[in-house]
């Protein structure tokens, strides 16, 4: 049974740093692609950043690109979401999602989803 669990969130101010992981179960991470996504309240849930299987492609969305690096660990079966110069537009519940094949920055690409976690950016 495939399964994810993210952790690393929590109440930071406008600048701040978080490391987001993604850890994965059930399955062996090496051949699988990854998403992060976020969902703002009252908004849709939006893809931020995906890494490939390969470890070779890595996709941004625009707003996060020069503040946020996606990396992944097969060995630790991990994913990890590294945020720097957080705003708090950058606030949402974050998803790791996995999938295989190519990235993809829709949410009806991916299979299975963690429960999220919770990062909130606010003086």
């Known amino acids: 049974q495939l399964q994810l669990v993210e952790s690393g969130g929590g109440l930071v101010q406008p600048g701040d740093t978080l490391r987001l992981s993604c850890a994965v179960s059930g399955f062996t991470l090496n051949y699988y692609t990854i998403g992060w996504f976020r969902q703002a309240p009252g908004k849709e849930r939006e893809g931020v950043s995906c890494?490939?299987?390969?470890?070779?492609?890595?996709n941004y969305l625009d707003s996060v690109k020069g503040r946020f690096t996606i990396s992944r660990d097969n060995a630790k079966n991990t994913v990890y979401l590294q945020m720097i110069s957080l705003k708090p537009e950058d606030t949402g519940v974050y998803y790791c999602?996995?999938?295989?094949?190519?990235?993809?920055?829709?949410?009806?690409?991916?299979?299975?989803w963690g429960q999220g976690t919770q990062v909130t950016v606010s003086s």
């Open positions: 890494i490939h299987s390969t470890g070779g492609t890595t």
């Open positions: 999602t996995t999938r295989r094949g190519s990235c993809s920055s829709s949410t009806g690409a991916f299979g299975s």
